[in-house]
């Protein structure tokens, strides 16, 4: 009865990938089908990134949201201090591209425990425009990005806009874990959550977009200056205010670094520590699809009972509907053309991914951005010794204009 209690347990994270395949399967199907004629719509837009340090690539990265095929928007960041060497990439970007709006903030004051929100904060505050298009310094983008982004907002139903990613990765073992984590996981696991609820409940950091307006009545982004995640909290208090999040039609790139193997670990630690506090439950349900180790059981107890053949048949249904399912989300859905080359690293990537779900239980301790923080409901808790600011700074906000 333990061996056939285990068989049929192990069966629930092929029927999650089912799942999963089919919703992947429909929503890029209706996507390719939905008629595109539409009288376009494009309102001014401000582009607002936080910025922290120098990514790889940054510089390309910031240069693909000044070529964008859009009649009026501006593109602004803003950085905690001058000091930060990000700073000159973008005076090279404002001497580059003198006909594209570019300010930078260079002092922020301090609202909560998390930086990156602290120049939200200031960003939406300065921002000339009504809609606001968030993004990562480590995302690059297409021209017809802000069409894209801004065309579900003729929708006055729409709340936020967000978006899938498609991988650049650095071409180490890392960086290509990195890149599959989209296609594995993230796009799938939302998917579902979309064809399940009806409206996805979360946005993605790498493209959150939104107005003013919306933004005003969740209480801004100073009511989400102590919390970790960041993206979550944003898509999910939009939702919460009866109004619909959307995700472009095509994805954005991301630019992963070229990282070891202990700081990929360490990343994806944080983001299942960030989950694991926002959504405890939900987590605890991740068991349920992490399809290896419970192939492996499945595997194991088949043999314990003799059967090699049905061992061989859980093992081979894992393989098949694992990188079944990232193929179709990455290379037929996304469109990475790159996908094939690091195919093979599914399973250890689920292998890793397990390992990660399990530490996720042990601590609640972080470090990002080179700051070290505690996560307790959600909220980010300075960890004592390190030297975090704990009042606004006096001096005032400084911008620098490169065109009005």
């Not at 376009?40 to 000044?66: H, Q, T, W």
């Not at 409940?201 to 801004?220: D, N, P, Q, V, Y």
């Not at 080179?370 to 005032?396: D, F, M, N, R, W």
Request: charged share 20%; net charge positive.
């Amino acid at each position: 009865m333990l061996s056939t209690f285990v068989l049929v347990l192990a069966l629930l994270p092929f029927v999650y990938y089912l799942l999963s395949l089919f919703c992947v399967i429909s929503y890029f199907r209706n996507l390719r089908n939905a008629s595109t004629a539409r009288m376009p719509f494009m309102p001014p837009a401000s582009i607002v990134k936080p910025v922290r340090g120098l990514d790889r690539e940054v510089y390309e990265n910031f240069a693909s949201f000044c070529r964008l095929d859009y009649p009026e928007y501006e593109v602004l960041f803003a950085v905690s201090g001058t000091d930060d060497p990000v700073c000159a990439v973008i005076e090279k970007l404002r001497a580059d591209f003198p006909a594209c709006c570019i300010r930078l903030i260079t002092k922020v004051p301090h609202i909560g425990t998390n930086d990156k929100v602290n120049n939200l904060c200031q960003l939406a505050q300065n921002a000339k425009y009504d809609l606001l298009v968030m993004s990562d310094s480590d995302v690059r983008v297409e021209p017809d990005y802000l069409k894209q982004v801004i065309a579900p907002f003729a929708d006055p139903e729409v709340g936020a806009v967000t978006a899938f990613y498609k991988s650049l990765s650095a071409g180490n073992l890392a960086s290509n874990l990195d890149a599959l984590g989209m296609y594995m996981d993230s796009a799938p696991a939302a998917l579902v959550a979309k064809k399940m609820e009806g409206n996805m409940r979360f946005a993605f950091g790498w493209t959150m977009a939104t107005s003013k307006r919306h933004l005003a009545e969740i209480g801004g982004w100073e009511q989400m200056a102590n919390f970790h995640s960041d993206d979550f909290e944003l898509g999910n208090r939009i939702a919460r205010s009866g109004h619909r999040i959307e995700l472009m039609k095509k994805p954005v790139s991301m630019v992963f670094p070229k990282e070891t193997l202990s700081e990929h670990f360490r990343r994806e630690l944080r983001w299942s520590i960030g989950l694991r506090s926002v959504r405890p439950l939900g987590y605890w349900g991740l068991l349920f699809t992490h399809g290896l180790p419970w192939a492996l059981l499945a595997a194991a107890t088949a043999v314990s009972i003799g059967s090699i053949q049905l061992a061989f048949s859980y093992l081979a249904a894992y393989m098949i509907l694992r990188v079944g399912l990232t193929w179709t989300t990455g290379k037929w859905g996304l469109g990475d053309r790159q996908l094939l080359k690091i195919l093979w690293l599914v399973p250890l990537r689920d292998a890793l991914s397990f390992i990660i779900w399990i530490s996720g239980f042990f601590t609640n301790k972080i470090t990002w951005r080179g700051l070290t923080y505690h996560v307790k409901h959600g909220q980010l808790i300075p960890i004592p010794s390190q030297s975090h600011p704990t009042a606004p700074p006096p001096e005032s906000i400084s911008t620098v204009v490169s065109k009005a």
